[in-house]
């Protein structure tokens, strides 16, 4: 590497690093490297003389070093930046303003007159034939809308991606087209696939609107199978928390039993007897209710064919058919069936009589946890004051 371009690379590394607004995400060090990359494989493979490549390099180097002062206008920026710098660096005038031509012939819609400026513009341009493409783009979107610039949508992104592609970017050199022109092909092709996609997804989107807007019965459909599953989570809760006190309750007898009844036939013991035997009730009476909770009610399982026709008979509820043959079951769903009416008739009816045995469990537990809680408290107090007023250290 040249002097001249070592200086260079130091000057822009520190300008971009420390000069540049933080909110350019695309037009910044990283992007100026990757172009400096791109210029290096374009010169390897026309393999120029020394003096033509330190002057594509050193456009490469500078060509977007107006940023630091702002978007607009900022290839005019980026050459006066260059004559102030390779001026005090006493480089050739001549090789300055061809710098400087080179960085002008990026600027937008601008057609290259010879190979160097074929080149920087392939260089500038080189992300369209990556497979970075789209995550390199994104950048540039981001760009815009933070620095207030232009704001896309991701279709109006992909829309305007696509007609830079087809319309407008294109590349110069026999390289960049034999290395990079079939990536590019396939970065369109990717759009063109994700515009699809989209077309296709509100399409779909629309037709499920229009066949729901059609459908009131999904609506209703919704209604019951969301509140049949609420009203069956609400039974299972239920279930849980009776099991729960079931299962303290039957704890709670067990260490009576084992520890505080054999003490019982100690005179000594008396005063026990009493606390125990609250304890031992409160316990007993708080199981039988969680069990009564939990206990299920026996129906008829039968019903007639007179039953069905005068829609009489919830035919979704297995008390009301399991000792039915199935042969009169079959008979009573294809009734069933063929009645919308009574479809939603039979279904109000499973909510209504499950709403009906949700209230009797859900007061039976309101009980069972008010008994079980008075349970405890009473027999603690009866356990305090029997140690204390009738226990073997009273006297003392």
Known sequence: MSEILEKTENFVVDLLSNKLDSSYLYHNLSHTQRVVKST???????????NENEIALLAAWLHDTGYTEGSENHEEISCRITRNFLGRQEYDEQKIE???SL??????????????????????????GKKTYVETAELLREELDVLGLATYTQK??????????????RFYTDYALQNWQEQKNKNIRRLLKGKKAEENLVKKEKLKAKYKSESP???IQTLFRVTLKNHLMLSDIADTKANILLSVNA??????????????????????????????????????LAVLATRPNVTQGE??????????????FFGNFHKMKLEDYQWAINELVQDKDYIYSSLTKDLYY?????????????????????????SVIAFVVAFKYFGPDRGL
């Open 98 to 100: 061809r710098v400087c």
């Open 156 to 169: 109006e992104w992909r829309e305007a991606n696509l007609k830079m592609f087809q319309t407008e970017q």
């Open 354 to 378: 499950l709403g009906l045995v949700l209230n009797r469990k859900y007061k039976i537990l309101r009980w069972t946890y008010t008994i079980f809680i008075i349970g405890m408290i009473v």
């Open 303 to 316: 019903f007639s064919k007179e039953d069905v026709r005068q829609r009489k008979v919830n035919l979704l």
């Open 40 to 50: 290096k494989e374009l010169l390897n493979f026309y393999n120029l003389g020394e």
């Open 217 to 219: 019965d999904r609506g």
């Open 103 to 128: 960085i002008m012939a990026t600027k937008r819609f601008y057609e290259p007159q010879n190979l160097l400026e074929e080149i920087i513009r392939d260089a500038d341009c080189s992300h369209f």
């Open 251 to 288: 704890i709670i007898i067990s260490l009576v039993l084992s520890n505080l009844m054999t003490k019982l036939d100690n005179p000594s013991n008396n005063y026990l007897v009493y606390p125990t035997l609250l304890f031992v009730v409160f316990s007993v009476v708080s199981m039988v």
